[in-house]
């Protein structure tokens, strides 16, 4: 089995950072590709940031310039650096794992979510 842990979350000013950090364990030995995730009360799930083995990123239009997705791979754990955050910020954000185990050549594996509130 493959495990997916988020931390970091927390509730934080408007203009604060927060660094998000997920972790995975278990039968996975390399990540090919990292997101993160939001979701805010009452709204569908929103894709964040991208990262993949090559270090190519990518970010949602809302959070480019703030946000900044990197992986270790060496500890098979993954950052979203929140800079300058904003209320509309405020969700549930989860990381999504895709990678190869030992059973398999390619799998994606989810976290149970960390909660980010940014007050005004």
């Known amino acids: 089995q493959v495990q997916v842990v988020e931390s970091g979350g927390g509730l934080v000013q408007a203009g604060g950072s927060l660094r998000l950090s997920c972790a995975a364990s278990?039968?996975?030995?390399?990540?090919?590709?990292m997101t993160w995730h939001r979701q805010a009360p009452g709204k569908q799930r929103e894709l964040v940031a991208v990262i993949d083995n090559t270090r190519i990123t990518n970010y949602a239009d809302s959070v480019k310039g703030r946000f900044t997705i990197s992986i270790d791979h060496a500890k098979l754990t993954g950052y979203l650096q929140m800079n300058s955050l904003k209320p509309e910020d405020t969700a549930v954000y989860y990381c999504n794992v895709e990678g190869s185990t030992y059973y398999s050549d390619k799998g994606d594996y989810w976290g149970q979510g960390t909660q980010v509130t940014v007050s005004s």
């Open positions: 278990g039968s996975i030995f390399s990540i090919r590709t």
